[in-house]
């Protein structure tokens, strides 16, 4: 076995773990590159059968169009189920305040409708694709990661997880966030999307969009972000290593137009896509575990 077959075997092992444990499971879903990995893995470890979980996206009303359009031709060809939430709904429902400014992103807020989610469906395990090496506190996660009955994280209460056994007991209200892709990098993504001739919306590979420069990061000119009498619109070559909201993803300037131009680029690169594209992650030092803390994914 080479290592993209260790990595897929680790990772429906897990995804047949959650299938065993967990009563009401979920998969979210956004229609990014590494959801969409770990639909493909998905596959290979329930077909011919459906999958045990429906598919779940928290929408922002943010999001990237070609993302969504994905979304909606991916459910459709697979024939599963497909859950959609959205925090506009949320804001209305609880009073909550829109987020203002610049760059007004309601990323924050996806942990009140996840929340939501969780408690309207009785989910008891909530699977997503969050890697270690994207940021410092999903690092320290597990890959099984108990969650109160608040939704909150203690990263001072963590499992054991030796010779890849994975305890998923909870007592009633608390649920588990599961990370089957977590030991695998950018990189090892990349490369598995390859082997694997696993289709991506258009946004992760280069082409035309207009952007503005802030702090030395390209952000899409949208109806969702303030644009300044000082800001100055530009039309550059892009693509978008992460894809979240408008609001809080900058593009990186590029001509790899196929997946390989993009592996040799993420080869030569020294800045994790996170630390380079997401400006919601710039807020504090600890801005993602604080989010965690809260409840986020």
């Known amino acids: 076995?080479?290592?993209?077959?260790?990595?897929?075997?680790?990772?429906?092992?897990?995804?047949?773990?959650?299938?065993?444990?967990?009563?009401?499971?979920?998969?979210?879903?956004?229609?990014?590159?590494?959801?969409?990995?770990?639909?493909?893995?998905?596959?290979?470890?329930?077909?011919?059968?459906?999958?045990?979980?429906?598919?779940?996206?928290?929408?922002?009303?943010?999001?990237?169009q070609e993302a969504l359009d994905f979304r909606d031709n991916l459910v459709k060809h697979l024939g599963e189920r497909l859950i959609v939430r959205k925090v506009e709904d949320t804001i209305k429902a609880?009073?909550?305040?829109?987020?203002?400014?610049?760059?007004?992103?309601?990323?924050?807020?996806?942990?009140?409708?996840?929340?939501?989610?969780?408690?309207?469906?009785?989910?008891?395990?909530?699977?997503?694709?969050?890697?270690?090496?994207?940021?410092?506190?999903?690092?320290?996660?597990?890959?099984?990661?108990?969650?109160?009955?608040?939704?909150?994280?203690?990263?001072?209460?963590?499992?054991?997880?030796?010779?890849?056994?994975?305890?998923?007991?909870?007592h009633k209200g608390e649920n588990v966030r599961v990370f089957p892709i977590s030991n695998w990098t950018e990189l090892d993504v990349w490369n598995y999307i390859r082997r694997e001739n696993i289709e991506l919306p258009s946004v992760y590979f280069s082409h035309e969009r207009e952007v503005i420069d802030h702090n030395g990061q390209l952000i899409a000119v949208s109806p969702y972000i303030q644009i300044d009498e000082n800001d100055v619109i530009m039309t550059k070559n892009v693509r978008y290593r992460t894809v979240g909201d408008m609001t809080c993803t900058a593009a990186v300037e590029s001509e790899a137009y196929h997946i390989d131009d993009i592996i040799n680029e993420i080869t030569a690169t020294r800045t994790s896509e996170r630390g380079e594209t997401r400006?919601?992650?710039?807020?504090?030092?600890?801005?993602?575990?604080?989010?965690?803390?809260?409840?986020?994914f």
């Open 1 to 64: 076995m080479d290592y993209l077959d260790q990595l897929e075997a680790e990772a429906i092992h897990i995804f047949r773990e959650v299938g065993g444990q967990f009563e009401k499971p979920a998969l979210l879903f956004s229609g990014g590159k590494d959801s969409i990995v770990l639909v493909h893995l998905a596959l290979k470890a329930f077909r011919p059968c459906k999958f045990p979980f429906p598919l779940v996206h928290i929408d922002t009303g943010h999001n990237f």
């Open 94 to 170: 609880k009073g909550l305040t829109e987020p203002k400014g610049k760059f007004a992103s309601r990323n924050a807020l996806q942990s009140f409708t996840l929340l939501d989610t969780i408690e309207e469906f009785e989910f008891d395990a909530c699977i997503g694709g969050a890697r270690r090496d994207e940021e410092k506190a999903r690092a320290k996660e597990r890959i099984f990661s108990v969650r109160d009955d608040f939704g909150g994280w203690d990263p001072k209460l963590q499992r054991p997880e030796l010779w890849h056994t994975y305890n998923g007991k909870i």
């Open 279 to 296: 400006i919601d992650d710039r807020i504090s030092e600890a801005a993602m575990e604080d989010r965690k803390k809260n409840g986020y």
